[in-house]
């Protein structure tokens, strides 16, 4: 995972969606908007999409990251429901389930009207090592910038 990786999910069998913040400048926030790529890498499919998101668009990830590594940690079995983030409607965005597998669906209802669908077998512990992450990244961002930070 790179340093500007806002988060990225995984398999072993080299399928991956990632979010990563295209300029670390400054923190690559323009107007209150951090501008990032989509990045989806199947073997079948690999693709790249630009996606804004916001300060609370960060928070809203953690909080879902931090709710799958507390559900992981219990036992909980995944109970097929998703989020998205970041809130549908702006621009592209991921529709999150919590399945097995679980499932990452890129939605791009703006420009193109396409959605590519990855289901993904993740590591156990993936959820607290994304939060962990993407904690690391906000605080970066939040002294002012992130390069090399991280």
Known sequence: MGDLDVVRFADRGGRSVSVVLEDALGGGRHDGWYEAEIVIDTGFVSARLPVRCTDADLADLTAFLAA?????????????????????GRSAYLRLRAADPFVVEVRDPVQSGVTVTV???????????????????????ADGGCSGAV
């Open 119 to 141: 289901p993904l077998h993740l590591r156990d512990g993936w959820a607290a090592g994304a939060a962990h992450r993407l904690g690391r990244l906000r605080a970066a961002l």
């Open 68 to 88: 799958r590594a507390a559900a992981e940690e219990d036992g909980a079995v995944p109970d097929g429901s998703s989020t998205d983030w970041p809130e549908a």
